[in-house]
């Protein structure tokens, strides 16, 4: 399988725990975002890489958020302290940005995250 | 303002007929990328179409084409011969230069036997 692949697929945690989800993206991709979904809404944005550059934030990623892709390759978003507010569901996309090229971003199928 | 608006929470269509998803969106940018997404109740979202703004063509794939209306901001997505498994969320999304993508609220289509 050559796709997106993000693990947990699901998890359940107690409020004030700290998670950390994990994102491989298509083996030539050389950048990759992250976007929160909430019930009901569009995918929202919160942050990409190009390579282990991390090239944007959202306001919507607080201090309690982290994201790294330390090798340029697999990143990892860590949520400290959660909240139950933080419960949705986080997609991970990747992209190949070329010249002239109209950078199509191929989901993975996602982690959702339940705060209790 | 919202930068794309699906103003069609919900619609309805039989099977084997033509749908048409809505979706305007809101830039002063002149290079833009735009896109449609299917998110089925599994949650993956998957790639459907994307039309650039400088395409000329409307963008086809398959059963699903663009109608691109450029001076009215519009970017709807056609169906044609609807099938029991396009029963989904569809979103429409607009990347401004490059990077991120802004998504719309999406729209539940539902195909009918």
């Known amino acids: 399988d050559t796709g997106v692949s993000q693990d947990p697929r699901h998890k359940i945690t107690k409020r004030g725990q700290n998670v950390t989800f994990r994102c491989d993206p298509i083996?030539?991709?050389?950048?990759l975002y992250w976007y929160r979904q909430t019930l009901g809404q569009g995918p929202e944005f919160l942050t990409y890489?190009?390579?282990?550059?991390?090239?944007?934030k959202s306001r919507l990623l607080s201090d309690r958020f982290s994201a790294e892709r330390p090798k340029g390759s697999f990143s990892t978003l860590e949520i400290q302290r959660t909240e139950q507010g933080d419960s949705a569901m986080y997609l991970c996309?990747?992209?190949?940005?070329?010249?002239?090229?109209?950078?199509?971003?191929?989901f993975g199928p996602g982690t959702r995250l339940l705060v209790l | 303002a919202q930068k794309i608006t699906q103003t069609q929470p919900g619609m309805f269509v039989q099977e084997k007929e033509a749908v048409t998803l809505d979706c305007t969106y809101d830039?002063?940018?002149?290079?833009?990328?735009l896109f449609w997404y299917k998110q089925p109740s599994s949650g993956e979202m998957i790639f459907l179409i994307y039309?650039?703004?400088?395409?000329?063509q409307n963008a086809t794939e398959g059963r699903y084409s663009l109608n691109f209306q450029k001076a009215r901001k519009s970017a709807n997505l056609v169906i044609s011969a609807s099938q029991l498994g396009d029963s989904a969320m569809y979103f429409c999304?607009?990347?401004?230069?490059?990077?991120?993508?802004?998504f719309g609220d999406g729209t539940t289509l539902t195909v009918k036997p």
């Open positions: 996309a990747s992209s190949l940005v070329a010249a002239g090229g109209a950078e199509t971003q191929y």
């Open positions: 083996s030539e991709h050389n950048r």
């Open positions: 890489f190009q390579n282990e550059a991390q090239l944007e």
């Open positions: 830039t002063s940018d002149q290079s833009y990328g």
């Open positions: 039309q650039g703004s400088y395409d000329e």
């Open positions: 999304a607009m990347r401004e230069g490059r990077g991120k993508s802004t």
